[in-house]
């Protein structure tokens, strides 16, 4: 069965980290992009971070969590992760893991075909 399972979303404190994981299965996850995506209550899903399959996995970061976020992935064990640090309220949302076809980035939603079912982030005092 082709699916991709999130994990590692809690409750954070403003400034807090947490190491969100997505677990691979059923297909090779090495001849995928991975993009991370996000969604709060109300708003649209809105794009994170991607890592390409070229380049020996280039990384690239939306503006609003760059230099904070970290996008990563473990072809071996058909996993990826995305490192969340100096968390900001503004960071909670469901977090959703998904991959694209095609060996490069994009921010767009529409490129990615494979979804995972989300996993919960908090930041709140």
């Known amino acids: 069965q082709v699916q991709l399972v999130e994990s590692g979303g809690a409750l954070a404190q403003p400034g807090g980290s947490l190491r969100l994981s997505c677990q691979a299965s059923?297909?090779?996850?090495?001849?995928?992009?991975v993009g991370w995506f996000r969604q709060a209550p109300g708003k649209e899903r809105e794009w994170v971070a991607c890592?390409?399959?070229?380049?020996?996995?280039?990384?690239d970061y939306s503006d609003s969590v760059k230099g904070r976020f970290t996008i990563s992935r473990d072809n071996d064990d058909n996993m990826a992760y995305l490192q969340a640090n100096s968390l900001e309220p503004e960071d909670t949302g469901t977090y959703y893991c998904?991959?694209?076809?095609?060996?490069?980035?994009?921010?767009?939603?529409?490129?990615?075909?494979?979804w995972g079912q989300g996993t919960q982030v908090t930041v709140s005092s």
């Open positions: 998904a991959v694209s076809p095609y060996y490069y980035c994009s921010t767009s939603l529409q490129t990615f075909n494979i």
């Open positions: 059923g297909f090779s996850l090495g001849h995928y992009a």
């Open positions: 890592i390409s399959v070229t380049g020996g996995g280039i990384a």
